[in-house]
Each structure stands twice: as structure tokens, then as C-alpha cells.
């Protein structure tokens, strides 16, 4: 299923020969610990001891890496960790990001290493007519949560590295962009034609709205992707799909039926009108409710073509984990809901 | 379903294989999975995919080709052509059907494009009406394998637990 230079003693080996090469100095790794989390980028917890100027360190370290033959080969990692060290100190708590390599030496695989964050990974799956917080914990992480989202948004990229992650998207093109690249998935990815998809295609294409502005885009903005402990929001985590473009983007995939099920809680974190009227208090950035549906339904889209790609990965042999055969069987599901969310029926 | 049956099984059987039974500390739970991994292997060669939907596709895809050949008649430029090798063995198997079933599906795709791009031309709510006949086939097809999908377990798969 994967090259051996990610089987879990040569990547403590190669990890504390390429942090040695850092450092300056010799590195114990211990603990080493693949997370199941996440289907695309494979994730490591680990704890590195070292000695440098200031006498002994010791850090517990997250190794983020995109394998060769992973969903959306081949990877980059300079993106994910140019977020992380543009936000470092802002007020999107995001973990501290040491080093990134698109280098396949060292595990034949692009990586980056970051701080690991104290906190837990609420997930958006509960069981129907269950509540995914208590509502203290809702109410408290809801607000954190958008008024992250408001900082990604509000956030200065120009004059950053952030810059390369969208060279010449505009207001007028930044939805147009995504749906091309989008489409490109799916097909490099489809290996049968779907009539719903292409109508879906050409509904987004007429229906494109002009952004109230370019901003950073988090791509992935959900529950699941966030970091909470005793009610706060210690980091947002998972920004592989970052890039600049529309910031309702963001606020689609937020409201998404797929990451709240049949809850009133838009990530089962806050209703739909409480959300816009926050978000745009937080972030100065007008909320048009028939944008936010657009990318709703974009975004439910993009769904669609990532379970399409996880089959087509599975079935090419290409990545062995069963995970993204069991995504592909609830493909319909997405396709109805791309239909329902145009109609209005979400 | 997205996967083929056969990759399907080969996948299953390889993690079990693999990945789950090497890890299995207990004796008994071990023999369990050894014969959920027999089963298997015995099952590939005796299965497929049941015919009955997949016959039922097709024949509501030919009787939507037969009402895209009104919609479509006589518009210029002319419609995607229809395929035409539609006959299917007198005894058909799952692995005859399938192919048909995905050519029709992409010829569905062709007039959608072809729709799309000539909306101006078409008269007015011909390309709608026409969207719709194939999202109203292709939404009987989705509801019919939701019926048959079980709810997904996407957090016991993210967390192993």
C-alpha cells in the first residue's frame, strides 16, 4: 500500500536523522503514533528530545505527510505550512510550524512538521437526533468558531508568501476557477460518466457569484478540523485544500448538510441566520445568502468528486485502505444533495 | 455502487489478509476472521451484481433516449447521435448490462453539454425540459441505491473506534 519509507520504524529512523540535520544536534524520537484521522495526508504524533543553546528540549511534534500514491497526488506541503507560519500570532489559533520539505529523500513523500496542540477532534458524524455538543459547549465553541473563521477572512495575505497560493484570481474569477478545477478532478478521477455531475457542472458554471472579496480560503472549514479543549478552540487544523478566492466559500462548506446531518446547528455548532448575522459582524464582509447556497452546493460538488477520486485511488490499487472504497458507496447520497441544495431543499 | 465488485473483494480480502489478521491477539476472534476470509474467497468467483436494477436502468435509459429523440428533433445543430449497439444477449449477464448502462449514461452526458450550450438556440424551455427528463431518470436511480446504502459509519471509520 505505501513505500516502506513510511512504515512506522523508518519513519522514526528518517525523523530524527532529518531533525538531527535541523537541529544540530542528536534527536530521540519516541512514541511515534499514526492517527486514523483524514483520508488524504498521513499524520504522525511524536516526541522529539534534543539539546540546543538553551540546554534540553523536548517537544511533542505532529509529521504531516502526503504519500506518493495518496488521493490527490502528487502533494505540495508548502502551502499548508506557509498558512500556518503566515497566522502564527494572529488570531486564528493554528499549530506552530517548524519545518516543511517537498524533498522525497527523506520519506519519499512531501511533509511538514508542526506543533502538536493540546485538544480533541470533535467529528461531524452523530447519530441522527443527537446533539453533537452539550449546549454550553455549542454556543461557547460556536462563536470561536466563526470568529476564526472571520480572522482566516479578514486576515492581510498580500505581500505574504500566502500570495503564490492564487496568482491573478479576482473577484470575477474566483469562483470560476475553482469550478474548473474541480471539474479537472473529476475528470482525471471518474472512471463512468454521471449525468447529475455534469448537470450540476453546468448549473454552477451559470449561477457563479462575484466574491466580496479575495481572501484566504481554508478550503476545509469544519467541524472535524478543529482542535477544542474545556471549551475553547486550540487550533484549526487541515489546510490542505487552502487557497485564495472567495470567502463564502468557507461559509458553503460550513453550512453543508453533510457535516450536520438533519441538526438546525450548521456543523452542529450554530444556526444559519445566527451565522451569517456573526460572521458578518466579525468580519465586515456582507453575507449574500444566495452566494453562500452557490458554494453550498459547489462544495457538496467538491464532496462528490473526492469520493469519486477515493474509489477511483481504491480501485487503481494505488492506496490500499479500505476507508475509501466505503466512501465511494454513499456517492449518491452526495448527488441528491447537490440536486436538493440547488432546489433550495436543505 | 462506485468500486467494481472484484476490487471490492480483492481489497476486503487483502486487509483482512494483511493488515486485520496479523494483528488479531486473540485465538479465537483469529479463527473468526479466518473463516470470514474462506467465505470470501469462495464468494468472488460465485457473485455479481444484481441484474434486476441494473436491467431496470437501462430500460428507463432507452425509453428517456426515445423521448430526447422528440425533444430533440429536427434542432440544429443536431443532437448528440444515440447510441446504437443497445441490444443485449438473449441471457444477460450483470457484465453485460453494466457497459450499457454506463455508454447510455454517458450519451445522457452529451446531450446535457450539447443542452447547455445551445440553450439560446433550442425554443425557449427546450433545454430545461430536457435537463429535466434525465435528472428525473437519474433520480430514480439514486433513491433506488440509497434504499440499499446502510447509513455510513464515517466516525467509527475516522476514529477506529
Given at each position: 500500500?505505501?513505500?516502506?519509507?513510511?512504515?512506522?520504524?523508518?519513519?522514526?529512523?528518517?525523523?530524527?536523522?532529518?531533525?538531527?540535520?535541523?537541529?544540530?544536534?542528536?534527536?530521540?524520537?519516541?512514541?511515534?503514533?499514526?492517527?486514523?484521522?483524514?483520508?488524504?495526508?498521513?499524520?504522525?504524533?511524536?516526541?522529539?528530545?534534543?539539546?540546543?543553546?538553551?540546554?534540553?528540549?523536548?517537544?511533542?511534534?505532529?509529521?504531516?505527510?502526503?504519500?506518493?500514491?495518496?488521493?490527490?497526488?502528487?502533494?505540495?506541503?508548502?502551502?499548508?505550512?506557509?498558512?500556518?507560519?503566515?497566522?502564527?500570532?494572529?488570531?486564528?489559533?493554528?499549530?506552530?510550524?517548524?519545518?516543511?520539505?517537498?524533498?522525497?529523500?527523506?520519506?519519499?513523500?512531501?511533509?511538514?512538521?508542526?506543533?502538536?496542540?493540546?485538544?480533541?477532534?470533535?467529528?461531524?458524524?452523530?447519530?441522527?437526533?443527537?446533539?453533537?455538543?452539550?449546549?454550553?459547549?455549542?454556543?461557547?465553541?460556536?462563536?470561536?468558531?466563526?470568529?476564526?473563521?472571520?480572522?482566516?477572512?479578514?486576515?492581510?495575505?498580500?505581500?505574504?508568501?500566502?500570495?503564490?497560493?492564487?496568482?491573478?484570481?479576482?473577484?470575477?474569477?474566483?469562483?470560476?476557477?475553482?469550478?474548473?478545477?474541480?471539474?479537472?478532478?473529476?475528470?482525471?478521477?471518474?472512471?463512468?460518466?454521471?449525468p447529475?455531475?455534469?448537470w450540476?457542472?453546468?448549473?454552477?458554471?451559470?449561477?457563479?457569484?462575484?466574491?466580496?472579496?479575495?481572501?484566504?480560503?481554508?478550503?476545509?472549514?469544519?467541524?472535524?478540523?478543529?482542535?477544542?479543549?474545556?471549551?475553547?478552540?486550540?487550533?484549526?487544523?487541515?489546510?490542505?485544500?487552502?487557497?485564495?478566492?472567495?470567502?463564502?466559500?468557507?461559509?458553503?462548506?460550513?453550512?453543508?448538510?453533510?457535516?450536520?446531518?438533519?441538526?438546525?446547528?450548521?456543523?452542529?455548532?450554530?444556526?444559519?441566520?445566527?451565522?451569517?448575522?456573526?460572521?458578518?459582524?466579525?468580519?465586515?464582509?456582507?453575507?449574500?445568502?444566495?452566494?453562500?447556497?452557490?458554494?453550498?452546493?459547489?462544495?457538496?460538488?467538491?464532496?462528490?468528486?473526492?469520493?469519486?477520486?477515493?474509489?477511483?485511488?481504491?480501485?487503481?490499487?494505488?492506496?490500499?485502505?479500505?476507508?475509501?472504497?466505503?466512501?465511494?458507496?454513499?456517492?449518491?447520497?452526495?448527488?441528491?444533495?447537490?440536486?436538493?441544495?440547488?432546489?433550495?431543499?436543505? | 455502487?462506485?468500486?467494481?465488485?472484484?476490487?471490492?473483494?480483492?481489497?476486503?480480502?487483502?486487509?483482512?489478509?494483511?493488515?486485520?489478521?496479523?494483528?488479531?491477539?486473540?485465538?479465537?476472534?483469529?479463527?473468526?476472521?479466518?473463516?470470514?476470509?474462506?467465505?470470501?474467497?469462495?464468494?468472488?468467483?460465485?457473485?455479481?451484481?444484481?441484474?434486476?436494477?441494473?436491467?431496470?436502468?437501462?430500460?428507463?435509459?432507452?425509453?428517456l433516449?426515445?423521448?430526447?429523440?422528440?425533444?430533440?428533433?429536427?434542432?440544429?445543430?443536431?443532437?448528440?447521435?444515440?447510441?446504437?449497439?443497445?441490444?443485449?444477449?438473449?441471457?444477460?449477464?450483470?457484465?453485460?448490462?453494466?457497459?450499457?448502462?454506463?455508454?447510455?449514461?454517458?450519451?445522457l452526458?452529451?446531450v446535457l453539454?450539447?443542452?447547455?450550450?445551445?440553450?439560446?438556440?433550442?425554443?425557449?424551455?427546450?433545454?430545461?425540459?430536457i435537463e429535466a427528463a434525465i435528472r428525473d431518470q437519474q433520480?430514480?436511480?439514486?433513491?433506488?441505491?440509497?434504499?440499499?446504502?446502510?447509513?455510513?459509519?464515517?466516525?467509527?471509520?475516522?476514529?477506529?473506534?
Amino acid at each position: 500500500m505505501e513505500s516502506s519509507a513510511l512504515d512506522g520504524e523508518a519513519v522514526a529512523k528518517n525523523l530524527a536523522e532529518f531533525l538531527r540535520r535541523q537541529t544540530g544536534s542528536e534527536v530521540a524520537v519516541s512514541g511515534l503514533r499514526r492517527y486514523t484521522v483524514g483520508f488524504s495526508w498521513i499524520t504522525y504524533g511524536f516526541e522529539a528530545a534534543w539539546r540546543d543553546s538553551t540546554g534540553p528540549r523536548r517537544e511533542n511534534l505532529i509529521l504531516r505527510l502526503g504519500p506518493p500514491k495518496g488521493l490527490f497526488a502528487p502533494y505540495h506541503a508548502f502551502p499548508q505550512f506557509a498558512a500556518l507560519k503566515a497566522l502564527e500570532g494572529s488570531a486564528v489559533p493554528v499549530p506552530r510550524a517548524y519545518w516543511y520539505s517537498e524533498e522525497l529523500d527523506a520519506f519519499g513523500a512531501p511533509f511538514f512538521i508542526c506543533e502538536k496542540v493540546k485538544g480533541e477532534a470533535p467529528l461531524p458524524w452523530v447519530a441522527e437526533g443527537r446533539e453533537a455538543f452539550p449546549a454550553a459547549t455549542r454556543e461557547a465553541l460556536a462563536e470561536q468558531f466563526v470568529a476564526a473563521l472571520a480572522a482566516i477572512h479578514r486576515f492581510e495575505w498580500r505581500g505574504t508568501p500566502l500570495e503564490t497560493l492564487g496568482r491573478g484570481v479576482d473577484e470575477a474569477s474566483a469562483a470560476t476557477r475553482e469550478i474548473a478545477s474541480w471539474e479537472k478532478l473529476l475528470e482525471r478521477w471518474a472512471f463512468r460518466p454521471y449525468p447529475m455531475l455534469e448537470w450540476a457542472i453546468s448549473w454552477l458554471k451559470a449561477h457563479r457569484p462575484v466574491a466580496p472579496r479575495v481572501s484566504l480560503v481554508h478550503g476545509d472549514y469544519r467541524t472535524g478540523n478543529f482542535l477544542e479543549s474545556e471549551g475553547r478552540i486550540t487550533a484549526i487544523l487541515d489546510w490542505e485544500l487552502v487557497h485564495l478566492g472567495d470567502p463564502l466559500e468557507d461559509l458553503g462548506w460550513v453550512c453543508m448538510r453533510s457535516f450536520r446531518g438533519r441538526s438546525p446547528y450548521m456543523c452542529h455548532l450554530i444556526e444559519r441566520p445566527r451565522l451569517y448575522e456573526r460572521y458578518e459582524k466579525l468580519s465586515g464582509i456582507p453575507v449574500s445568502p444566495a452566494a453562500v447556497t452557490f458554494y453550498e452546493a459547489f462544495g457538496t460538488f467538491k464532496l462528490a468528486v473526492i469520493h469519486v477520486g477515493a474509489a477511483r485511488c481504491f480501485e487503481d490499487g494505488r492506496f490500499k485502505d479500505l476507508r475509501l472504497a466505503a466512501l465511494g458507496v454513499h456517492l449518491p447520497r452526495l448527488i441528491l444533495q447537490i440536486e436538493a441544495t440547488i432546489e433550495g431543499k436543505t | 455502487m462506485t468500486n467494481s465488485l472484484e476490487r471490492i473483494f480483492d481489497g476486503v480480502i487483502d486487509a483482512l489478509q494483511s493488515r486485520v489478521i496479523p494483528k488479531i491477539q486473540d485465538e479465537s476472534a483469529r479463527s473468526q476472521a479466518y473463516g470470514a476470509l474462506d467465505m470470501l474467497r469462495n464468494l468472488k468467483p460465485r457473485v455479481e451484481w444484481a441484474l434486476g436494477p441494473l436491467q431496470d436502468d437501462v430500460a428507463q435509459q432507452l425509453a428517456l433516449v426515445a423521448r430526447i429523440a422528440a425533444l430533440t428533433d429536427r434542432a440544429v445543430p443536431a443532437a448528440p447521435a444515440a447510441p446504437s449497439d443497445t441490444a443485449l444477449p438473449p441471457r444477460p449477464t450483470a457484465a453485460d448490462v453494466e457497459p450499457m448502462r454506463d455508454r447510455l449514461d454517458q450519451y445522457l452526458c452529451e446531450v446535457l453539454r450539447w443542452a447547455d450550450e445551445n440553450r439560446g438556440r433550442l425554443p425557449d424551455g427546450r433545454a430545461e425540459e430536457i435537463e429535466a427528463a434525465i435528472r428525473d431518470q437519474q433520480r430514480v436511480r439514486l433513491r433506488r441505491e440509497l434504499k440499499l446504502t446502510a447509513p455510513p459509519l464515517f466516525g467509527e471509520i475516522s476514529r477506529g473506534q
